[in-house]
DNA sequence: CGTGCCGGGGC
DNA sequence: GCCCCGGCACG
C-alpha cells in the first residue's frame, strides 16, 4: 500500500506537469504499477530519474518513507548515450535541460491545459478527464492536477499509464491504438496523437515553438504498438469523437466485466474517483449527444471503420433517444449515421423539442430512393411526415 | 419549388 | 396509440 501509493504520487505529478494526454490509459492494470518503473524505457530508469528531478515536487508524497532508486552515475551516462544516439543534430544535452523544466509547473500545466481543446485524438482523451472529475465532485476542476491536491483518480490514471508501458501490461485492455512514446530522458510521457507528442517535446523539451527545432521533435518520441489497434476498428458506433472510448470502454467492459475494471478494483485507490470515473463514460454512451464532446479535427486519425449493412451489427448498442419499432436496417443505419453526427457535432443535450431544425441532410431520404409512387416502402416516419428513420442525417 | 419534418389534430 | 396534414425552414 505505501509503496503503491508513493508511486502513484509520483507518476501522478509527472502526469500533472506534463499534461492529461495520458488518461488514455487510465484504464490499464494499474496493480502493476510497483515494478513497472524501472523497465520503461529501452534501458533507461526514467523513474529514477523522474524522481529525482521531482523530488523537490513530492516530497509530501514521499511521506511514507519508501526508498527510492537514487540515479546512479551510470544512469547518466546511459541517458547521455541514448540522448546523443537519438539527438543527433541536438547539441546540448538534454539531462541537464530537463530538470529545471520540472519547476515550470504552472506553466506547463497552463500549456498542457491549453491543449486541451484544439488537439486531436489527445485533446479529447484529455476533455475525458476534465469532465470527469466534476461530476463526481464538482470542485475538483483543473486545479487537482497541482502537486499540492492529489486526487484518487489522478494517482489512477498515472499508475495504470505507467502500467501499461510496462510489456507484461499488455493483456490489459487499455485504450491506447497508435501511442507515441516521448523518448526525452526522464519523461517517458506516451501521448495519443503524433501531434500532441510533438507538441509535447516542443514545448516542455526544447523550450518553446522555434521553428528550428520543429524537425528535431521526430527524434524525441517513438510510436509504440498497441495491439488494441485490432479491437478498436470493429466498434459498431463508429463516432469520431467518442468512438475511442466508446469501442474500447463501453462495448468491452459491458461485454466482458472485469476484465478491465479488475485494476480498479483491486487497487486500494480506487475507491471513489475511478469507479465514478468508469461509470460516467458509460453514462455519455448513454446520451447520444454529450456535450462534453470535442470536435475532432477532420484530419485526425479515426479508427472508425465503417461497416457495411450486416457486417458487425451484433452487439447491442445503446438505444438512441429516438427508439421506435424499426426494422433492423434501420436500426443499423441509426447507429451509423445518427450517432456520428450529432456527437461531432455537439448537440445540445436537449435536442428533441428545441425548435431549432437541423440542416438539410444529404442522406437520401424516402420520398427520394422511393419516390412518392411507392409511398407504401416508406419507413412510417416518412409516410406521417415525420423524421425519416430509415435514412437518417 | 421540392423536400424534410415539426407541430398539431383526427380517429 | 396510429395516421394524416398544415405549415415552415431549408436548399
Not at 8 to 13: R, V
Not at 19 to 28: A, L, R, T, W
Not at 77 to 101: G, H, K, N, R, Y
Not at 165 to 171: C, F, I, S, V, Y
Request: proline share 8%.
Amino acid at each position: 500500500m505505501a509503496a503503491v501509493r508513493s508511486r502513484a504520487g509520483l507518476n501522478t505529478i509527472q502526469m500533472g506537469t506534463e499534461g492529461q494526454e495520458g488518461m488514455s490509459y487510465m484504464q490499464c492494470c494499474g496493480q502493476e504499477g510497483v515494478s513497472v518503473q524501472k523497465k520503461l524505457g529501452p534501458g533507461i530508469e526514467w523513474s529514477a530519474d523522474v524522481s529525482a528531478q521531482q523530488t523537490n515536487l513530492l516530497s509530501f508524497s514521499r511521506s511514507s518513507g519508501v526508498d527510492l532508486p537514487y540515479r546512479s552515475p551510470e544512469s547518466v551516462e546511459m541517458d547521455e548515450i541514448m540522448a546523443a544516439m537519438v539527438l543527433t543534430s541536438l547539441s546540448c544535452s538534454p539531462v541537464v535541460q530537463s530538470p529545471p523544466q520540472r519547476d515550470l509547473l504552472p506553466a506547463d500545466m497552463e500549456c498542457c491545459g491549453g491543449e486541451l481543446s484544439d488537439s486531436g485524438s489527445s485533446g479529447y482523451w484529455s476533455w475525458d478527464h476534465g469532465s470527469v472529475s466534476p461530476a463526481p465532485s464538482p470542485s475538483v476542476t483543473e486545479m487537482d492536477r497541482s502537486p499540492g491536491q492529489l486526487t484518487d483518480e489522478g494517482l489512477h490514471m498515472e499508475l495504470d499509464q505507467a502500467a501499461c508501458e510496462e510489456p507484461e501490461a499488455r493483456r490489459c485492455k487499455s485504450l491506447s491504438r497508435g501511442a507515441y512514446r516521448c523518448l526525452w530522458p526522464g519523461c517517458g510521457k506516451v501521448l495519443t496523437s503524433r501531434v500532441g507528442m510533438k507538441r509535447h517535446i516542443r514545448i516542455l523539451h526544447l523550450g518553446g515553438g522555434s521553428e528550428q527545432s520543429h524537425r528535431e521533435e521526430d527524434f524525441y518520441y517513438t510510436e509504440v504498438s498497441s495491439e488494441d489497434e485490432e479491437t478498436a476498428p470493429p466498434s459498431p458506433a463508429p463516432s469520431f469523437s467518442s468512438g475511442a472510448w466508446t469501442s474500447c470502454s463501453s462495448t468491452q467492459s459491458q461485454s466482458t466485466p472485469g476484465h478491465q475494471d479488475a485494476p480498479f478494483q483491486s487497487s486500494p485507490l480506487s475507491q471513489s474517483a475511478p469507479s465514478s470515473v468508469w461509470q460516467i463514460h458509460t453514462e455519455h454512451l448513454y446520451q447520444a449527444c454529450a456535450p462534453i464532446q470535442v470536435t475532432v479535427s477532420p484530419g485526425s486519425p479515426t479508427f472508425c471503420s465503417w461497416t457495411p449493412p450486416g457486417d458487425v451489427q451484433q452487439k447491442p448498442q445503446i438505444p438512441t433517444s429516438r427508439s421506435r419499432s424499426v426494422s433492423v436496417g434501420e436500426q443499423w443505419l441509426q447507429r451509423n449515421s445518427a450517432p456520428t453526427r450529432s456527437q461531432t457535432m455537439s448537440a445540445s443535450p436537449s435536442r428533441g423539442h428545441c425548435s431549432f431544425r437541423k440542416g438539410r441532410g444529404e442522406a437520401k431520404k424516402c420520398r427520394k430512393v422511393y419516390g412518392v409512387e411507392r409511398r407504401d416502402q416508406w419507413c412510417t416516419a416518412c409516410r406521417w411526415k415525420k423524421a425519416c428513420q430509415r435514412f437518417p442525417d
